[in-house]
C-alpha cells in the first residue's frame, strides 16, 4: 500500500494551526478577557490569565491571585506563599504584589510572551509550595514510622534512611530498615504517601529489592489508604501497614514481620 505523503503535508499546516488553537482557549466576562492556558496546577486545575485593555496599545496582564489561591488550597500560608512567589516572579521576569503576578502596560506585540510567563510563574510558584508541602508531610510520616518502630524494636535495631542493593544492583534507599541477628537487615520499610511519585517510587524499590533470592520482609507503610494509588500494585510486593492505626493495630501488623 502506498501512502500519499503530498496530501499529509498539504493538510499538516491546517491541522496544526487546529491543535494549536485548541491549546489556548479564552472567555471575556465583564470587559476582561480569561485565557485557558494548557497548564496545569498541582490540583489539576488549568492556568489562567487575565488580560485588561487600558489603553488602544497597552494592556494589563496577571494572574488574578490564582497562584495565591491555589497555595492556600494546599494548605500554605503567606510566610509559605510570598518567598516562593518571589522567586517565581524573579525567575521569569515578571512582577509580583504580595498577592498576583502581573505585568502592567504591556504593548500588544509582547502580549503572548507575557501570558506565557505570568501563566508559568504561577504554575511554578504552586508546584513548589506542593512539594516543598509534601517534603514536610513526608518527613512528618517518617517520624511517626520510627517512633512506632523504635518502641516495637527498640532503639538500637531501628535504623533511619537505610540503603539496600536491588536485584539490578542498584541502591535504593528505604524510610528505616529494623535489623536482627548479627546486624543483618530483617524488614525494610518505606512510607508511602498519596502522591504517584511515592508510590511509584515505593513499586520501584520493592520489585527490585524483592527479586532477590535472599530479601528482608519489605513494608509499605501507608500515610492515607484511601487516598493512595497504586494500592493494589504495592500490596503485591510488599505488606500494608496503615500509619495512623492505632498502637494495638501497629502491634499486631508488626507480627507479621520477620
Known amino acids: 500500500m502506498m501512502i500519499n505523503f503530498t496530501t499529509k503535508r498539504n493538510l499538516l499546516p491546517m491541522i496544526a494551526d487546529e491543535v494549536a488553537k485548541g491549546l489556548a482557549t479564552s472567555e471575556t466576562i465583564g470587559g476582561s478577557a480569561f485565557i485557558s492556558t494548557p497548564l ?23 494572574d488574578a491571585g490564582i497562584a495565591h489561591r491555589e497555595a492556600g488550597f ?18 521569569f521576569g515578571v512582577r509580583f504584589d504580595q498577592d498576583a503576578f502581573f505585568e502592567a502596560h504591556t504593548d500588544r506585540e509582547e502580549l503572548i510572551a507575557a501570558v506565557t510567563a505570568i501563566a508559568n510563574a504561577s ?3 504552586v508546584e513548589r509550595i506542593a512539594y516543598r508541602l ?29 540503603e539496600e542493593r536491588g536485584d539490578s544492583l ?7 530498615a529494623v535489623l536482627g541477628a548479627a546486624a543483618k537487615v530483617i524488614a525494610l520499610f518505606e512510607v508511602v504517601t498519596p502522591s504517584p511519585q511515592s508510590a511509584n517510587a515505593a513499586v520501584t524499590k520493592f520489585v527490585d529489592v524483592g527479586d532477590r533470592q535472599e530479601r528482608p ?20 510486593s510488599a505488606k500494608l501497614i496503615d500509619l495512623h492505626a492505632d498502637p494495638a493495630t501497629w502491634e499486631r501488623s508488626l507480627r507479621l514481620v520477620a
Open 123 to 125: 504554575r511554578t510558584a
Open 74 to 91: 494546599l494548605g500554605a500560608g503567606q510566610r509559605v506563599f510570598l518567598p516562593i512567589a518571589r522567586e517565581a516572579a524573579t525567575r
Open 170 to 176: 542498584e541502591e535504593h534507599e528505604f524510610s528505616a
Open 217 to 236: 520482609d519489605l513494608v509499605a507503610v501507608l500515610s492515607d489508604r484511601p487516598k493512595t494509588p497504586h494500592l493494589k500494585i504495592i500490596g503485591r
Open 40 to 62: 496545569l496546577y498541582p490540583g489539576g486545575t488549568t492556568v489562567v490569565v487575565r488580560m485588561d485593555q487600558i489603553t488602544d496599545d497597552r494592556f494589563f496582564v496577571t
Open 134 to 162: 509534601a517534603e514536610r508531610t513526608d518527613a512528618l510520616a517518617r517520624e511517626t514510622m520510627r517512633e512506632r518502630l523504635v518502641a516495637s524494636f527498640g532503639k538500637d535495631r531501628v535504623k533511619a534512611r537505610w
